[in-house]
């Protein structure tokens, strides 16, 4: 997995404080993962992108406690369009968000 983030920013990590990842000004989508489908959402967008569709990437870092002021300003940048990039395994993600 490539490294998403540098050694001085994990030293800013704060439970229920997540970040955009990916980011562009015609965003027409957000795509929240969190843990290796972070990987998996930046990998969608990058495909995307290559048809000419923008979509935000936004790593909550935790779910519990999660960045819901975070979510909701970016999924209201991205006209509410949300998808959750989860393996779903534990259903743990979709009820809180």
């Not at 439970?15 to 980011?23: Q, Y």
């Not at 489908?37 to 569709?53: D, N, Q, S, Y």
């Not at 960045?67 to 959750?84: H, K, P, Y």
Request: proline fraction near 5%.
């Amino acid at each position: 997995m490539p490294t998403l983030y540098e050694v001085n920013e994990k030293s800013k990590f704060k439970p229920g404080t997540g970040k955009v990842v990916v980011k562009s000004n015609s965003d027409k989508a957000l795509l929240i993962g969190v843990g290796i489908t972070v990987h998996e959402a930046i990998k969608a967008a990058r495909e995307l992108k290559l048809k000419g569709i923008n979509v935000r990437v936004f790593d909550p870092f935790t779910i519990k406690p999660i960045d819901a002021s975070g979510i909701a300003v970016n999924a209201r940048d991205c006209n509410c369009r949300v998808v959750t990039v989860a393996n779903h395994v534990n259903g743990k993600c979709m009820p809180l968000l």
